[in-house]
Nanobody, 113 residues
């Protein structure tokens, strides 16, 4: 069974850093197109980044230069790094196995001082 589990969310101060993890089970993250998205309250889900099986990465215009996606094949885990968190960053962050259309349950990120 293909499953995804995100973690690493929580409350972060403005300007702080965040590293989210997405652990895959039932498949290898290195073989699948993996994506990160976020959804702020009362807003549509927004695509942030994609990590392709060959190692290529793609970012939305809003995420480019602000987020970094990476992968650890040994841990079967996808990561999303965000430095210098801003007030517009609070949201539920989701990872997705694009090939199987499987989503994780999401992890909340809030920004507060």
């Amino acid at each position: 069974q293909v499953r995804l589990e995100e973690s690493g969310g929580g409350s972060v101060q403005p300007g702080g850093s965040l590293r989210l993890s997405c652990v895959g089970s039932g498949f290898s993250v290195s073989d699948q197109i993996m994506t990160w998205h976020r959804q702020a309250p009362d807003e549509a889900r927004e695509w942030l980044a994609t990590f392709a099986p060959g190692g290529a990465t793609f970012y939305s215009d809003s995420a480019k230069g602000r987020f970094t996606v990476s992968r650890d094949d040994h841990k079967n885990t996808l990561f999303l790094q965000r430095d210098s968190l801003k007030p517009e960053d609070p949201a539920v962050y989701y990872c997705e196995n694009f090939d199987s259309a499987t989503w994780g349950q999401g992890t909340w990120v809030t920004v507060s001082s």
